[in-house]
């Protein structure tokens, strides 16, 4: 899915662009149909009005980064995997990943038990890619797989032809996951950010299928990227789009047949898309 600058007035949640959620992707393994990749993308490398680069650091140390994973179609949360990244000396950072089961993955909270701990993430062409098990991980910047006129898509419509984002890059989360560790049934996947505020942890962004926030108006859409899809009923009255909530993606990963949130994706046969170079990154 792509869920671009669905902040206000086409900007970030909270005005931070680590935590804008990108896209959600989801596809079996190339070559091994008992693994699946799952992945997170967040953080526009540029803003939309005005175009200007966004930070250089990849993720936010306050932030949450989070995959939910419902396996029974309640549209709650079983599984989820948690992200927290700590920065270093030297603008590095790195990633610590979490797996929680059972109502716990419902929660809001960073706990869990640890599968990668202070794994590096990557802020050059070369991905540093961690293994535990039969898990694998990467995080940092990548080349922006989406394409859109989005200028002129803002513009009232008036197109230019132009790919705003042929030369931008977003950040990547990327799980490689034993489909032993989903289950055998249809599962259901969205994706969230959170911010670490004085009362706790506060959702900022989710989605799961494309562009659901930026055509929900003013309130309805700061409750929607603040909500559960347990709750998305409520917005159908107001957006025909939804009619077919809840706003999750769902597969079955035990029967791939090259079923894919997105048809692009940020990975090749060589592995993940480099990120490119532009100025002030």
């Known amino acids: 899915m792509s869920h671009h600058y669905s902040g206000p007035n086409f900007g970030f949640p909270q005005a931070d662009a680590r935590l804008d959620l990108t896209d959600l992707y989801a596809f079996p393994k190339p070559g091994d149909a008992g693994k699946s990749i799952l992945i997170m993308n967040v953080h526009p490398s540029s803003t939309v009005i005005h175009p200007e680069p966004t ?94 006129d989005t200028l002129g898509a803002i513009n009232d419509l008036h197109f230019t032809g132009a790919d705003f984002f042929c030369d931008k890059n977003v950040c990547s989360i990327v799980l490689e996951v034993p489909n032993s560790a989903l289950g055998t049934k249809p599962v259901g996947l969205w994706a969230r950010t959170l911010d670490k505020q004085s009362e706790g942890w506060v959702q900022v962004e989710r989605g799961a299928r494309p562009q659901q926030a930026v055509f929900l108006p003013g309130e309805q859409q700061e409750a929607y990227l603040a909500g559960e899809p347990a709750d998305d009923a409520r917005f159908v009255c107001s957006h025909t789009r939804l009619s077919t909530l809840v706003d999750i993606y769902r597969m079955k990963p035990s029967v791939w047949q090259g079923h894919c949130c997105r048809i692009s994706c940020p990975m090749t046969r060589a592995g993940l898309r480099p990120f490119r170079k532009m100025a002030g990154h």
Do not use: C, H
């Open 55 to 148: 930070t250089n650091e990849p993720f936010s140390p306050d932030g949450l980064y989070e995959i939910k994973i419902d396996t029974n179609g309640d549209a709650v949360a079983d599984i989820a995997y948690r992200v927290r990244v700590s920065a270093l000396p030297g603008a590095m950072q790195t990633a610590t990943v979490r797996r929680v089961e059972g109502i716990l993955a419902a929660g809001t909270d960073d706990g869990g038990e640890v599968v990668f701990l202070e794994a590096p993430v990557s802020t050059g062409r070369d991905a540093q890619v961690a293994e535990a098990g039969d898990y694998r991980f990467f995080a940092g910047w990548r080349s922006e797989a989406f394409f859109f």
